[in-house]
């Protein structure tokens, strides 16, 4: 006989058909090896002593403060663990239950079959200004062709390009000379149809700019305003463009200016849901979510997105993170924007764990080396 402990991380399906498991059984041992850490905020006493005993009638449990049992306090906080398959049962079982229980089941049923999605895609950035926070990304005219191009047999399957600096204090520059950074790039990726082998994707939120590159074959708007503007969701719509809905707390030029958050989990995904339902209304099929690292954040805010970025995955749509080589890096190991490639991987590695799959980063090549690597440990 021989025992071995295996990683809670690796893909539990995938070994289950390597035993020789039959279908069915795969997909009921799958949803039992899935753990789920739900935090439930504000639960009413009452509530939560039902919850505990339906949970531990199905061999999940529910951690509760001192006091729950005999109702010390209106409201408690407390965390449910349960596996894929329990989950599932007390959704449908707290359906019928007081003290706001019926709602709680409508939430726990949302984190029920999450969709993580099998590929991830790397995104490269190119930045066609002068005062991005990071100078490894400024290109013009064919410099800029020239790292497409190296990005592109690098493994990157989208590229962004950018022509204003979106870093924290940045000065705003009108349309016109946005626009004027990068049209000649535009111009060459047309000309030289570069469309045809990456995606490309334009980093505005100016509906001059945004209409310019998708008439010359661009497929992605990632918008920092996450669709604010009313024209940029019709262009998107009318050109079958995929959006990518980013939060951010103010303007670049006000967001790290004391920035805060009762909830940050609750209130970006709050802002997710106005804005997929605001895309639904203009005709957007496509919608990539973008937790904003960095946009408005607290170091605090930023570790809990990154550290959770799972919870965003029952709103059903792809996921970015764009960490690569921002300042919270600094904030933690400190180093200057050249130094911040390995802190980079470790937080872009976390957010594949929790279920991202669009990474935007500055290093392609490094950044595909590690996710391969990191889908070879899982198995």
Same mark, same amino acid.
């Given at each position: 006989?021989?025992?071995?402990?295996?990683?809670?991380?690796?893909?539990?399906?995938?070994?289950?058909?390597?035993?020789?498991?039959?279908?069915?059984?795969?997909?009921?041992? /799958?949803?039992?090896?899935?753990?789920?850490?739900?935090?439930?905020? #504000? %639960?009413?006493?009452?509530?939560?002593?039902?919850?505990?005993?339906?949970?531990?009638?199905? =061999?999940?449990?529910? $951690?509760?403060?001192?006091?729950?049992?005999?109702?010390?306090?209106?409201?408690?906080?407390?965390?449910?663990? $349960?596996?894929?398959?329990?989950?599932?049962?007390?959704?449908?079982?707290? +359906?019928?239950?007081?003290?706001?229980?019926?709602?709680?089941?409508?939430?726990?049923? +949302?984190?029920?079959?999450?969709? +993580?999605?099998?590929?991830?895609?790397?995104?490269?950035?190119?930045?066609?200004? @002068?005062?991005?926070?990071? *100078?490894?990304?400024?290109?013009?005219?064919?410099?800029?062709?020239?790292?497409?191009?190296?990005?592109?047999? @690098?493994?990157?399957?989208?590229?962004?390009?950018?022509?204003?600096?979106?870093?924290?204090?940045?000065?705003?520059?009108?349309?016109?000379? @946005?626009?004027?950074?990068?049209?000649?790039?535009? &111009?060459?990726?047309?000309?030289?149809?570069?469309?045809?082998?990456?995606?490309?994707?334009?980093?505005?939120?100016?509906?001059?700019?945004?209409?310019?590159?998708?008439?010359?074959?661009?497929?992605?708007?990632? &918008?920092?305003?996450?669709?604010?503007?009313?024209?940029?969701?019709?262009?998107?719509?009318?050109?079958?463009?995929?959006?990518?809905?980013?939060?951010?707390?103010? !303007?670049?030029?006000?967001?790290?200016?004391?920035?805060?958050? #009762? /909830?940050?989990?609750?209130?970006?995904?709050?802002?997710?849901?106005?804005?997929?339902?605001?895309?639904?209304?203009?005709?957007?099929?496509?919608?990539?979510?973008?937790? =904003?690292?960095?946009?408005?954040?607290? %170091? @605090?805010? /930023?570790?809990?997105?990154? !550290?959770?970025?799972?919870?965003?995955?029952?709103?059903?749509?792809?996921?970015?993170?764009?960490?690569?080589?921002?300042?919270?890096? &600094? *904030?933690?190991?400190?180093?200057?924007?050249?130094? +911040?490639?390995?802190?980079?991987?470790?937080?872009? %590695?976390?957010?594949?764990?929790?279920?991202?799959?669009?990474?935007?980063?500055?290093?392609?090549?490094?950044?595909?080396? $590690?996710?391969?690597?990191?889908?070879?440990?899982?198995?």
């Amino acid at each position: 006989m021989v025992v071995e402990k295996l990683s809670s991380s690796i893909d539990v399906r995938r070994e289950l058909k390597r035993l020789g498991v039959d279908g069915g059984g795969v997909s009921i041992l /799958n949803d039992k090896g899935h753990l789920h850490l739900i935090r439930i905020r #504000d %639960l009413h006493v009452g509530a939560a002593n039902i919850l505990k005993q339906d949970a531990l009638s199905m =061999g999940a449990d529910l $951690a509760v403060p001192r006091g729950t049992v005999i109702a010390s306090t209106p409201t408690v906080d407390v965390l449910l663990i $349960a596996n894929e398959r329990q989950l599932q049962q007390l959704a449908k079982k707290e +359906r019928a239950q007081p003290f706001g229980l019926k709602a709680l089941a409508g939430e726990l049923d +949302r984190f029920c079959h999450l969709h +993580r999605a099998e590929h991830i895609s790397i995104m490269g950035i190119v930045n066609a200004n @002068e005062d991005s926070f990071y *100078q490894g990304s400024r290109f013009v005219g064919n410099a800029a062709i020239e790292r497409i191009e190296t990005m592109i047999s @690098e493994g990157a399957e989208m590229i962004d390009l950018g022509g204003v600096s979106s870093r924290p204090g940045s000065i705003a520059v009108s349309p016109l000379e @946005e626009l004027e950074r990068v049209r000649p790039i535009i &111009d060459t990726i047309f000309e030289q149809r570069l469309y045809e082998k990456v995606t490309f994707s334009i980093d505005s939120y100016e509906p001059m700019v945004i209409s310019y590159a998708l008439e010359r074959g661009f497929g992605i708007v990632n &918008d920092i305003t996450g669709l604010f503007n009313d024209e940029v969701a019709r262009l998107c719509g009318s050109y079958g463009a995929t959006a990518v809905i980013m939060h951010m707390q103010g !303007t670049p030029q006000t967001m790290q200016e004391n920035p805060v958050y #009762d /909830n940050v989990l609750f209130e970006v995904e709050q802002f997710f849901e106005e804005r997929l339902a605001k895309a639904e209304l203009f005709g957007i099929k496509e919608m990539i979510l973008d937790c =904003g690292i960095g946009f408005g954040k607290r %170091l @605090e805010d /930023n570790l809990a997105l990154i !550290t959770h970025q799972s919870h965003f995955l029952r709103l059903g749509k792809p996921l970015l993170v764009g960490a690569s080589r921002k300042s919270l890096i &600094d *904030q933690i190991s400190p180093a200057s924007s050249d130094e +911040r490639l390995g802190g980079s991987i470790a937080i872009h %590695l976390k957010a594949l764990e929790e279920g991202v799959s669009i990474l935007r980063v500055h290093d392609v090549k490094e950044h595909v080396q $590690a996710v391969k690597l990191w889908q070879a440990l899982r198995g």
